[in-house]
């Protein structure tokens, strides 16, 4: 007996339903949850800087160069004596620029908005960014970046006395000690800054409203305005708008302030050795 009224038959198997056949392409497998890629670094999440920031920084920006400015009108011929030949007016410009750019990021992005520093771009590069494509990327752009810089000079300049000029009140006789400090400042110090400001800043603030090409384009532009002189403007733009591909390719900003601190280093030791070998031969700077 087994406590049913059902005249020893045994229970009917379970009734299925219809066969549900996969979805087209799928390999009848458990439907897994789409994969969801990671946001890139250049574009973060909406509003992480405001026009407000970069108004508060330019602020700063525009403090150091007037303090540069009014060292400059209170020596109108560079510092004398030994003094001025270990720190140059343009070591000095250099540092200040440098220091106030950065306090402005630090104070606007660390202490107001309370920003991590991935936020300002510093994410962590992979090797190869920072061994092999950095490097050659600004060693390339280099000659790029001269012959730019001549065409324009020699068009608004054929004369070349404005690049005397400006070798003369940039590039004074300076000893060794103030050639390093001025390549420091130049090729270390200043690309680092500006990289957070230009591309970490202004360049993501664009991207998050526009395409990759107008904020890199326009980024590049305000990059070159700040440069002043038409010669380094233009050069600075193109230098701009390949720094923001840089960045918008690799996710970190480290890669962009290699090319830019090769590229400046390179620059100020290459005017530091003109200018040296024209001394020694006794010969006009071109």
Avoid: K
């Amino acid at each position: 007996m087994t406590g049913h009224d059902d005249g020893g038959r045994p229970p009917a198997p379970p009734v299925a339903g219809p066969a549900i056949p996969p979805a087209p392409g799928s390999s009848g497998h458990a439907a897994q949850p789409p994969h969801r890629r990671r946001p890139h670094p250049a574009r973060p999440r909406p509003e992480t800087w405001t026009l407000l920031d970069i108004v508060l920084v330019s602020a700063v920006i525009g403090l150091s160069l007037a303090l540069a400015a009014l060292i400059s009108a209170r020596y109108p011929d560079d510092i004398p004596g030994e003094m001025g030949r270990t720190f140059p007016l343009v070591l000095i410009a250099l540092v200040i620029q440098a220091c106030l750019m950065l306090a402005g990021m630090l104070i606007v992005g660390r202490v107001w908005r309370r920003h991590p520093w991935v936020l300002f771009g510093l994410h962590p590069a992979r090797w190869w960014w920072l061994v092999i494509a950095a490097p050659l990327t600004a060693l390339a752009f280099l000659p790029i970046r001269l012959a730019v810089g001549l065409v324009v000079q020699l068009l608004i300049d054929p004369s070349l006395q404005m690049a005397s000029a400006m070798e003369e009140a940039l590039f004074p006789d300076v000893n060794l000690a103030g050639g390093l400090l001025v390549i420091l400042a130049g090729g270390l110090a200043i690309p680092f800054a500006e990289e957070l400001f230009f591309r970490g800043m202004i360049f993501s603030w664009l991207r998050q409203r526009m395409g990759l090409w107008a904020a890199a384009l326009l980024s590049g532009l305000v990059f070159g305005l700040f440069h002043l002189y038409p010669p380094t403007a233009v050069s600075a733009f193109v230098l701009g708008v390949v720094l923001a591909l840089v960045y918008e390719r690799s996710g970190s900003l480290w890669p962009a302030v290699a090319i830019h601190a090769v590229n400046n280093t390179l620059i100020f030791v290459l005017a530091f050795a003109a200018m040296a070998l024209s001394r020694l031969l006794d010969l006009p700077l071109p």
